[in-house]
């Protein structure tokens, strides 16, 4: 087949300027959205470190750091994949709900969501399962000791790091306001730090030193006493039983393929990615799946990157993933979920058939291909969760490479600080469903399959991902890809466009880290853009019926719909490591060596 160029200058050259990019490191990479996150990654992977240890690292270095997203408070996912074995592992240490929720805990002696209930303070938190999460990383695939890999956040937290004006900014957030320990310690007791300042932490500093030598102290010793007490004394449900209880889950990782059929080399790629509780990776195989078939892919692969016609076969395809992931999804722990029948070819094929390749399909209009499974009992809305989010991307010397996703829900979680423990606590019971055919704090509507119930695990969009070539006789497959992204709904979609960019329309990872993206999540029927896309291409998606919305990228003042890409590109045939970091924040760093 013949190879196509995809002009992508004259749609990003007056929006974007592009940074030059260095010339690849030959050995590790480490790409965070902290720039001492980063360097903590990469000294851990310079002392012999592997992968896994520079997660570690760089996992407790974020909640010193960033600490709206980065946390010992919260939760998130991390897929590891072995470069010896070719195996990998997705391990699920998603926050749960008490044994004390209730599918009612939030509404109000009418039935109707009690607001700001299930996002600010003490009821709102779920038991964080991030410090389990990296323990058990460290335990089961790391190389180092944990104090060994914990060292650098202690460190940051003990010595002080210096703050940019962005992150003196971000300290100024209202929901510390509301409780006096977030606010002796992130705002200074009302004299707010200012750029230029060192901001120490004294108290996640013991606290971190405990962590590093009695790991176990989190969910079953002093630490988890007084923790429990903090938050029962506040209105909270959490006990110490609820933290003695708490599991880490390694899960099987979905697999998915997607083939680039423009390439002289055709070539077919493995995705190796998220399953439930995260709805991100099977939306994010269901996407690709339905742009894959033959007579869907020539319609959109030939076209230029962000040009009408990508936009419109790629929104369609999100509009169906996302129609899917609002009435299937939940705990597989405890929910029955069509894994095959959502995962199947036949089934994307037959969805794609329905695109129309002129217009848009209105989301009301939206009907299944029959016959591959029945109907939800209730078709309900799903709901955006939160912006405030990390992620980050590892490789290591030996190929090992890591994505991982964490947070606090919303940014600084549910604004209480732990007394005397120095982190915060996150505000994760509201991607549960309060209310089925409620929206949550983030906009869209969850159905029954994500209720609160005791020890349940909420749904997430978390879609940490790695992408390898497939493996074919005398040629073992290759890492290629690391990506993710925060962004609460829209990161299944930014990592979608952040592959597609990649693989298919010759962007560099720098370019598709900083292009400007694009959302549709089936409700709202809105296709949202960056007010960075270009004004042609938003006019020409409106004359084809799409109502667009051009929305500002996250900043202090609004939420945004944006996420932001931590991203490594490995070339298959030199091993050349490249980097993208997204220009949207200020103090995020490639390291690598």
């Not at 466009?497 to 370019?511: R, Y």
């Amino acid at each position: 087949m013949t190879h196509h160029t995809r002009p992508l200058a004259i749609l990003l050259a007056a929006t974007l300027t592009l940074p030059s990019i260095a010339q690849p490191p030959k050995h590790a990479m480490v790409v965070t959205i902290h720039h001492n996150a980063s360097g903590a990654g990469l000294q851990i992977l310079k002392q012999g470190g592997n992968a896994v240890d520079a997660a570690v690292a760089v996992g407790f270095a974020l909640a010193v750091v960033f600490p709206a997203a980065g946390n010992l408070g919260g939760g998130g996912f991390l897929l590891f994949r072995n470069a010896k074995s070719g195996q990998s592992h997705f391990l699920d240490f998603r926050e749960r709900a008490p044994q004390a929720a209730t599918a009612t805990m939030y509404l109000d002696a009418q039935g109707n969501v009690v607001p700001g209930l299930s996002t600010l303070g003490y009821k709102a938190i779920g038991v964080p399962g991030t410090v389990a999460g990296l323990v058990y990383a460290q335990r089961h695939f790391g190389k180092l000791t944990l104090a060994q890999d914990m060292a650098p956040a202690i460190k940051l937290a003990s010595e002080g790091f210096v703050l940019n004006p962005e992150e003196a900014r971000m300290l100024h957030a209202a929901n510390l306001t509301k409780f006096p320990e977030s606010v002796r310690i992130f705002q200074r007791n009302g004299n707010f730090y200012q750029p230029g300042d060192t901001f120490q932490q004294p108290d996640l500093a013991r606290t971190l030193t405990t962590i590093s030598h009695h790991p176990e102290d989190f969910y079953r010793g002093a630490i988890a006493h007084q923790l429990a007490q903090s938050i029962q004394s506040h209105g909270g449900l959490i006990t110490e039983a609820d933290l003695a209880a708490y599991k880490v889950v390694d899960r099987k990782p979905l697999v998915g393929h997607f083939s680039h059929h423009g390439r002289e080399d055709f070539q077919t790629y493995d995705v190796i990615t998220s399953p439930p509780p995260s709805s991100g990776g099977i939306a994010l195989l269901e996407t690709l799946n339905m742009l894959d078939p033959p007579p869907t892919y020539q319609k959109w692969q030939n076209a230029p990157d962000r040009s009408p016609t990508q936009v419109h076969f790629i929104t369609e395809a999100f509009r169906r993933a996302y129609m899917d992931r609002t009435d299937y999804l939940g705990d597989p722990d405890y929910a029955s979920i069509p894994m095959a029948q959502l995962a199947s070819t036949k089934y994307a094929a037959a969805w794609a058939a329905t695109i129309d390749p002129t217009k848009p399909t209105p989301s009301a209009d939206l009907k299944r291909p029959a016959g591959f499974f029945p109907p939800p009992p209730t078709a309900k809305p799903q709901p955006k969760e939160s912006t405030q989010t990390t992620h980050f991307s590892i490789i290591d010397e030996q190929g090992n490479a890591v994505a991982m996703t964490y947070t606090l829900n919303g940014g600084f979680g549910c604004g209480a600080t732990a007394e005397d423990l120095g982190f915060l606590l996150n505000n994760e019971m509201d991607d549960f469903s309060s209310k089925p055919g409620t929206p949550n704090m983030f906009g869209l509507i969850q159905g029954p399959a994500n209720a609160i119930a005791p020890g349940h695990r909420p749904l997430s969009s978390m879609t940490p991902t790695i992408v390898t070539t497939h493996a074919t006789p005398g040629h073992p497959a290759k890492v290629v890809l690391i990506l993710g992204s925060p962004g609460g709904s829209t990161i299944i979609t930014t990592v979608a466009n952040d592959l597609i960019s990649t693989l298919v329309n010759g962007l560099t990872i720098q370019q598709a880290a900083d292009a400007p993206r694009f959302h549709h999540q089936y409700l709202p029927d809105t296709l949202d853009v960056e007010k960075a896309f270009p004004l042609p291409t938003v006019e020409a998606l409106r004359q084809m019926g799409y109502k667009v919305n051009r929305s500002q990228e996250a900043d202090a003042h609004n939420p945004g719909v944006w996420g932001d890409s931590e991203l490594i590109e490995i070339d298959p045939k030199t091993g050349a490591l490249t980097g993208g970091h997204d220009s949207r924040h200020t103090f995020g760093s490639i390291a690598s060596y």
